[in-house]
Each structure stands twice: as structure tokens, then as C-alpha cells.
């Protein structure tokens, strides 16, 4: 191995232990405690190890199941339609001729360009006037689309094999058949990363469901999170052992799509 090669190992190595310190801190910290987490030593195993802080944020903390599954109802029912939305439109931009493609491409590219702060207050309104504040759609319907992903989506199936399509159209498939049947299979990679980012943009969201959402039954995890802080005190044991509990379902998500997820971010359309 050559110094060069040494170097950078020992570089990914300290990086990747100064990232993982907080996580460990903060699992050993959910197993505390709250006296011995404010009481300001730094130690990973806990002097008094107990799984009282679980019992408390399930059992203590009526809503807390509530906010689990408005979080996981949000973000896997906007997740599948972003996956579905996006592909398409990135496919009828890649492959399609219609009036105003070029047109709608770089209104696209212009949405990229927009900070998602200054969009906030006109979302509100939109939702006032519809009736969808404190409801599940105005947290999912406004986020169905993403100009990002169309984009990388289009970029993938620009370099998708068109003799595939050719084969299958051959056969007697129609777009949409062909769509379906034989493009998103083979898409899997690029469905795999899109996946994983946009969950994880659903499910890490505060912002959002801090404007939506009113009523205590129907906030998501972080906004419950926040309820953990008193007016004098926070309550860092149950904040440790809720944020374990919510870091959970993104650590399977990427541990189920981890095999695609390199491949995915390549956006590649064959071997």
C-alpha cells in the first residue's frame, strides 16, 4: 500500500469516528439518566444503565406511537408517489416529443434555483384556501413532485438503452406498457437513491409540519421531539431515546436500498 493510499485511509478512518462520537454519545445518552446526562461528563457507558426512557416516550407519552405513525404514513405515501411522478415526467422529458418540452425543461432548472423559504408562505395560503391545514394531504400533495429528481430521472433514462424500448414496443407494448413493464424494473438503481433521499427529506422535515400541522394528535416525530423541552428544563434523556427511536427507520431504509444506492447516484442506464 502506498503512502498516498495510507494517508487517505487514515484520513476516512478519523473522519468516520469524529462523525460516529455524537451518534454513540447520543445512543449511550438515551440509556441514561437525566441527572447523569446534565450532570456534564462525557462517558459512553452509562453509570446507570436503564431502559426507563423507552418506557416513558411509549408509555408515559400517550402520542408518541401517534407521531410515529403520522411520520411513517407521511413519508412512505410520499415517497411512492415522488418515485412514481418523477420517473414519469424524467421519462417524457427524456423520451417523449410535445409541444413546450423545452420549455417546461428549463422551467424546471428554474425551480432548482428557488430556495425552498421563499415558497412557505404561499404554500400556506394555497393550503388555507383548500382546507388542508392540520391534514395528511397538505403535508404529502405539496411535496408529490420534485423539480430535483425529475431532473436526475431524465438524466437516467437519457442513457437508458433504447433498443430495450425498440424490443418491447416490438412485442407488442404500448408506452405505457413499455413504461412499466420493462423500463422501471430495470431502474432500480436510480429508484434506490431517489428513494432513500426523499424519505429521509419527508422524515427529517420540520419546517413543514411546524406550518401544517396545529393540533398535538397529528404532528410528526420532530415536531413531537420539541414537546420533550420544558419551559425551564429539556428533558435530554427522552429527546436521546426518541431520536434513537427515530433514527431507526432511516438506517433500515438505507440498509434495504444500500446495494443500489452506489449505482443509483451514478445514474447510468446499463452495465
Known sequence: ??????????????????????????????????????????????????????????????????????????????????????????????????PGKKTMFIVILAVLMVPAQVTMIPNYLILKELGWLNSYQGMIVPSAINATFIFMMRQFFINFPKELE???????LSRMGTFFKVVLPLAKAALAA????????????????????TDAEMFTLPLGLNTFKGQYISYWNFIMAASMVFTLPVLLIYGFFNRYFVKGISFTGGK
Not at 431517489?194 to 400541522?213: E, H, K, S, Y
Open 1 to 98: 500500500m502506498g503512502i498516498g493510499k495510507a494517508l487517505l485511509y487514515t484520513i476516512l478512518v478519523v473522519y468516520a469516528i469524529v462523525t460516529m462520537i455524537p451518534f454513540l454519545w447520543a445512543l449511550s445518552s438515551s440509556f441514561k439518566t437525566l441527572e447523569e446526562i446534565v450532570g456534564g461528563s462525557m462517558n459512553f457507558i452509562p453509570k446507570n444503565f436503564t431502559f426507563e426512557n423507552y418506557k416513558q416516550i411509549f408509555i408515559a407519552q400517550e402520542l408518541f406511537p401517534r407521531w410515529m405513525f403520522n411520520s411513517l404514513l407521511i413519508a412512505v405515501v410520499g415517497t411512492l408517489l415522488n418515485l412514481l411522478f418523477n420517473s414519469m415526467a424524467g421519462y417524457a422529458l427524456a423520451r417523449l416529443s410535445f
Open 194 to 213: 431517489q428513494a432513500i433521499f426523499v424519505f429521509m427529506g419527508f422524515w427529517n422535515d420540520f419546517m413543514r409540519p411546524l406550518i401544517v400541522m
Open 166 to 172: 425498440e424490443a418491447a414496443a416490438m412485442d407488442g
